[in-house]
């Protein structure tokens, strides 16, 4: 079936460099993305959304890049701090609809001090 | 964003005994409410959407005479794990969606871990 997936299962990262989480989809019927992260044993955090009719969205420190050519989702961190350690994942779904959302498998993303 | 508290957050219980868990919308009315199960270095999966004042929607392969969902208000949605087993040892999570402008997001609970000895 369909599925969100994930390049890399880990990322280390030095403290202070940016970031960057991939994300590859499937379902070419999907017109709305979210990442999220979730620090061990808790619930995912939202980070940042964005829509198929864009290409690119930022927040705080954050940016998120959808290439819809290559199905293809990408999490930005600038700046990496040591709080950013965590499991990142990236979600599909039909804006329409967002009530059915899809996860990926997540990529831990681990700092070095 | 949505603030959404879980009780309790965690739980053992004997193998046999039934489990219930409370998900909360702290900060605004959720007609719908969604139930996820997370196996350790696992993705999240949907078990069932919660619907306040109508029966859940399950997913595939989920037994709904074993999960029960209860919405009765539009703050409340609880999730009853019945005969618990070893197998059911897994983190509970919900969500509920909010609508920010034209656009609808869904945001998590804390989670509850259960572990069924």
């Known amino acids: 079936g369909e599925s969100v997936g994930l390049h890399l299962p880990t990322l280390s990262v030095q403290e202070g460099d940016n970031s960057i989480i991939n994300c590859a989809y499937s379902?070419?019927?999907?017109?709305?993305f979210i990442w999220y992260k979730q620090e061990s044993g808790k619930g995912p955090q939202f980070i940042i959304d964005i829509r198929s009719n864009m290409d690119k969205r930022q927040g705080q420190r954050v940016t998120v890049l959808l290439n819809k050519t290559v199905k293809h989702l990408s999490l930005q961190i600038a700046a990496t701090q040591p709080g950013d350690s965590a499991v990142y994942f990236c979600?599909?779904?039909?804006?329409?609809?967002?009530?059915?959302?899809?996860f990926g498998s997540g990529t831990r993303l681990s700092i070095r001090p | 964003g949505a603030v959404v508290s879980q009780h309790p957050s965690w739980v053992i219980c004997k193998s046999g005994t039934s489990v219930k868990i409370e998900c909360r919308s702290l900060?605004?009315?959720?007609?719908?409410m969604f139930w996820y199960r997370q196996f350790p270095k696992q993705s999240l999966m949907l078990m069932a959407t919660?619907?306040?004042?109508?029966?859940?929607?399950?997913e595939q392969g989920v037994e709904k005479d074993k999960f029960l969902i209860n919405h009765a208000s539009l703050t409340l949605s609880t999730l009853t794990v019945t005969s618990a087993h070893p197998e059911d040892s897994s983190f509970y999570i919900c969500?509920?969606?909010?609508?920010?402008?034209?656009?609808?997001?869904?945001?998590f609970g804390p989670g509850t871990r259960l572990l069924v000895l």
């Open positions: 919660s619907n306040e004042g109508s029966k859940a929607t399950y």
């Open positions: 969500s509920v969606m909010s609508s920010s402008g034209r656009e609808e997001t869904q945001y």
């Open positions: 900060d605004f009315q959720a007609t719908t």
């Open positions: 979600a599909e779904g039909l804006y329409s609809s967002a009530s059915k959302i899809i």
């Open positions: 379902n070419s019927a999907s017109d709305y």
